[in-house]
């Protein structure tokens, strides 16, 4: 396309959805890199349309010029899935303003809201309801529920309640020709046929447009009691999970590993957070118990766990948090890891999974490995061990330059990915393949898998317009 037909193409796009339409550079830039910085591309413009009918109506000029459309959300994404690349042929749909709370519905437990809607503000609208919206994440301030259900966003209590996938009763689709699919279905039974809405959930916007879902919602705890427990090493904190689902049940919401190179990196980058503990230790529980009896109940609940992990030696310290601040502090210093990570530098992320029972072997393994292989690297190890999903990311050794030390990133990533498909695990738990993955993702992945993977991209995108390169290789 030139210039003139360019202008021309995108005036008749303007005419044909309410909303805006951003085409000035420094309007555009926000978009088109991502969180991480490690990615940006270029676009034809960014539209943010204002309803389902306005995101049809860009989806179908899309097919009918071939332009390919890369949906983005809040722009939080950990694998560049929201950043188009340099070509400069896509247009970015933002989700941003279709962000209304359609409807509460407390009896039978459900919310619909619209792909924009940013997670906190879900959160606030069921706690104002008087129910839970549990999904929860450290980018709850700015991810949107649209990209939570693309990405099937984890999160720090999918021990309890699932991810997104989980939360999702029913979507509303706009499919790549354009068409408007409301299966927006409250029911939490209802076999009538291939369920459709899980193909659209963790599709990364390479198969349609989410634009509305309806969640469930969850009763309000009484109290939510929060400690941070100093542990020896992984094996101690896996005693201590299987201990605390066994005292707790169902009131255990959060089990978060901690290492203590992360908390180094707080304490460099973010000063204001402080240590819950006085002692270092090499790692660190963050535990939440949900108790729907009472505060005083939870804590007795939790102390004498805790009491029990000590005299087994699996917990050499710990603090319960006494007030609401307190527990926010601790999960302040948790939720700050990843921008400690951004502020230090560069890194290698791998976000692993692995059956929670081979969770410690394959730590023990791949630790023992990198740090051979690659001597003086540290390892930046933190996550959702209640999950079996760790980040279990790498930065360079002190003194070497962040680009000589990318340059071993398929490397070091060749270690854990072997170790992981010998514990049958994943080389994404929770944040997506985006433009990072997709090639490993094939080398992993049963061929079949894959090809069945393709076959439903095909009927569903013909022409390739959604999303093209992420999740599957071009
Ligand atoms: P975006 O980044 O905008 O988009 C993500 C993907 O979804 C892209 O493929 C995009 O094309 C697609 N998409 C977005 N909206 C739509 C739509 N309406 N229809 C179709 N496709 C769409 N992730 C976790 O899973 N667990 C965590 O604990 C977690 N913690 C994080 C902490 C921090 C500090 C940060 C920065 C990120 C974290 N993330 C985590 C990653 C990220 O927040 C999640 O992946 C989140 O779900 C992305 O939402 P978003 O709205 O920002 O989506
Ligand atoms: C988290 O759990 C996120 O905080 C981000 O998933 C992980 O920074 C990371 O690698
Ligand atoms: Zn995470």
Not at 59 to 84: D, I, S
Not at 301 to 307: I, K, N, V
Request: hydrophobic share 45%; aromatic share 6%; net charge negative.
């Amino acid at each position: 396309m030139n210039a003139p037909d360019i202008t021309a193409l995108l005036a008749d796009l303007r005419e044909r959805f309410h909303g805006r339409l951003l085409v000035d550079p420094a309007d555009t830039a926000p978009f088109l890199t991502d969180w991480r910085k490690r990615y940006t591309g270029r676009a034809l413009a960014v539209a943010q349309p204002e309803s389902t009918a306005d995101v049809a109506a860009v989806v179908r000029w899309c097919a009918e010029h071939r332009v390919p459309l890369v949906p983005q959300g809040g722009n939080t994404g950990m694998v560049g899935a929201a950043t188009p690349d340099d070509s400069g042929r896509a247009l970015v749909l933002s989700l941003a303003r279709m962000n209304r709370i359609r409807e509460i519905d407390v009896v039978n437990n459900t919310a619909t809201v619209e792909a924009g809607v940013v997670l906190a503000n879900l959160q606030q609208a069921a706690r104002d309801a008087g129910r839970l919206f549990p999904l929860s994440l450290a980018a709850e301030g700015s991810c949107t529920l649209g990209g939570n259900l693309s990405t099937n966003a984890g999160g720090v209590q999918v021990l309890r309640y699932g991810n997104t996938r989980e939360l999702c009763l029913g979507l509303e689709v706009v499919t790549p020709a354009g068409e408007v699919w409301n299966g927006l279905r409250g029911l939490r039974k209802d076999n009538t046929g291939y369920d459709l809405k899980h193909l659209f959930i963790g599709a990364e916007g390479t198969l349609g447009v989410i634009t509305a879902a309806t969640m469930k919602l969850h009763p309000l705890p009484a109290a939510q009691v929060t400690a941070f427990a100093a542990v020896p090493d992984p094996h101690a904190a896996l005693r201590l999970l299987v201990l605390a689902q066994k005292r707790l049940a169902a009131s255990l919401t959060a089990f978060e590993l901690i290492s203590d190179y992360c908390m180094q990196l707080v304490e460099r980058h973010l000063p204001g957070r402080r240590r819950p503990l006085a002692a270092a230790s090499p790692y660190y529980v963050l535990l939440e118990s949900s108790d729907f009896e009472s505060e005083a109940h939870a804590h007795e609940r939790f102390e004498a766990l805790l009491g029990e992990a000590m005299e087994a030696g699996d917990v050499t310290d710990a603090a319960i948090a006494g007030s609401i601040a307190q527990s926010q502090a601790f999960w302040a210093i948790r939720e700050s890891i990843p921008e400690a990570q951004a502020l230090e530098g560069r890194n290698i992320k791998q976000d692993i999974s692995v059956p929670i029972s081979s969770i410690g072997r394959f730590i023990d393994e791949t630790i023992t490995t990198i740090e051979r292989d690659f001597p003086g690297v540290r390892m930046v190890v933190f996550g959702h061990l209640g999950d079996g999903n760790l980040h279990y990311n790498v930065s360079p050794a002190p003194g070497v330059s962040p680009d000589a030390f990318m340059a071993n990133e398929a490397a070091i990533n060749h270690i854990t990915y072997e170790a992981l498909a010998a514990h049958r695990g994943s080389i994404s738990a929770e944040h997506g393949l985006g433009q990072l993955k997709p090639v490993e993702n094939v080398r992993y992945k049963p061929a079949l898998e894959i090809s069945l993977m393709r076959t439903v991209k095909a009927a569903l995108d013909p022409l390739g317009i959604m999303n093209p390169g992420k999740v599957l290789p071009i």
